[in-house]
Each structure stands twice: as structure tokens, then as C-alpha cells.
């Protein structure tokens, strides 16, 4: 597995190693071993999530404040405009975002590290994102900053407005949001 360093050192793209012949196509998409020899994390991950949206769909910018979660994202469909925000007031990248593409094609994955908000966008017709946490799902410390607050400067390539969640499209700026200390 290759470890690409992003903007923000924290968030990692991974490209696995992919065995490929006329038959289709093999990859290990996660092995804890792996993943801790090639990042140096020993992170436990307990829940799986998988999610399928059209075109123009908009998610996040997406985090829990005091169940935080890594996540370990992968496109297995499709294409999508990935972004993670560090939203550690501490951090000397705090309100900065790191962004790339993820699709099916190139297998690649990402890890957003606790501490960080997370949205996409989907580029294809259909993208079908399946992403690991190391935390479970808590309702009560979901939230969620604004996807077009312009101190984030995410340059988001859309084509027209995009499709959000009524929680997406009445979030808060990063201004007048919780966020880590």
C-alpha cells in the first residue's frame, strides 16, 4: 500500500496494491496490518457504512463532536469530489480543507482522522461510497458546518447548485459552529 501525505499531513490517500488480469480485478481494501505498517496508526474501526447518491448529491460537511470518528472512505462506484476539513481550533490548519477526487477507477481510499468534518460530491451519475469509522454513529453529536462557507474556500466543481439535505443546506458556518477545542 502507497501513502500519499495531503495539504494537511493527517489525511492520508491510499493506494492498495490492485491485482488485475482479464477475470476482473482483486484488492485488499483493508488489512489492519497493513494499515498500521503503512501509516503508522493503530486505529480500531467498529462500523461500516455504505451510501449510493445521483449525481449533483452534496454530503456534509459532516462530523460528531464528542464521539469523533476516523474514517476510512472508498469509492466502489462512480466518482466523487472528497473533502475534509480540520476543524481543530488548536491546529495550525484549523478552518483549512485538503480535497481530491475518489472513484471506482483508481481504487484509491482516504483516511479523514477524527478531528475533521467531511462532505462530497458526486461527479458520475451514481457513486456508491462505503466508508469505515472508529467510532459508531451518535445522533445526539452529529453536526454539521456550512459546504459553501467561504472561509473554507472549498473550490467545489459544480455544475448548477447541488443537491443537499435540508440539515446540509441550514448548517452553520465554522464561525458559529461547535468545533473541536
Known amino acids: ?9 493527517e489525511v492520508l490517500l491510499l493506494e492498495p496494491k490492485v491485482f488485475s488480469d482479464a477475470r476482473g480485478f482483486f484488492l485488499e481494501s483493508y488489512n489492519k496490518h497493513t494499515f498500521q505498517e503503512a501509516t503508522g496508526m493503530d ?10 447518491s445521483a449525481k449533483g448529491v452534496l454530503r456534509g460537511l459532516h462530523y460528531q463532536i464528542r464521539r469523533q ?29 485538503v480535497a481530491f477526487k475518489l472513484d471506482a477507477t483508481s481504487k ?12 462530497f460530491l458526486v461527479l458520475s451519475e451514481y457513486a456508491e461510497f462505503l466508508y469505515k469509522t472508529t467510532d459508531y454513529y451518535s ?35 465554522v464561525d458559529g459552529a461547535e468545533v473541536y477545542p
Open 1 to 9: 500500500m502507497k501513502v500519499v501525505r495531503t495539504a494537511i499531513p
Open 108 to 119: 484509491r481510499i482516504a483516511w479523514i482522522p477524527p478531528g475533521f468534518a467531511h462532505g
Open 139 to 173: 445522533p445526539q453529536d452529529e453536526r454539521a458546518v456550512r459546504w459553501d462557507d467561504p472561509t473554507l474556500d472549498i473550490a467545489w466543481p459544480l455544475d448548477g447548485a447541488p443537491i443537499l439535505s435540508q440539515k446540509d443546506a441550514s448548517a452553520p458556518f
Open 69 to 97: 470518528q476516523g474514517k476510512l472512505v472508498r469509492v466502489t462506484l462512480g466518482e466523487v469530489f472528497d473533502v475534509a476539513v480540520d476543524l481543530r481550533r488548536s491546529s495550525s490548519t484549523f478552518a483549512k480543507s
Open 43 to 52: 486505529v480500531e474501526f467498529v462500523q461500516d457504512n455504505h451510501s449510493r
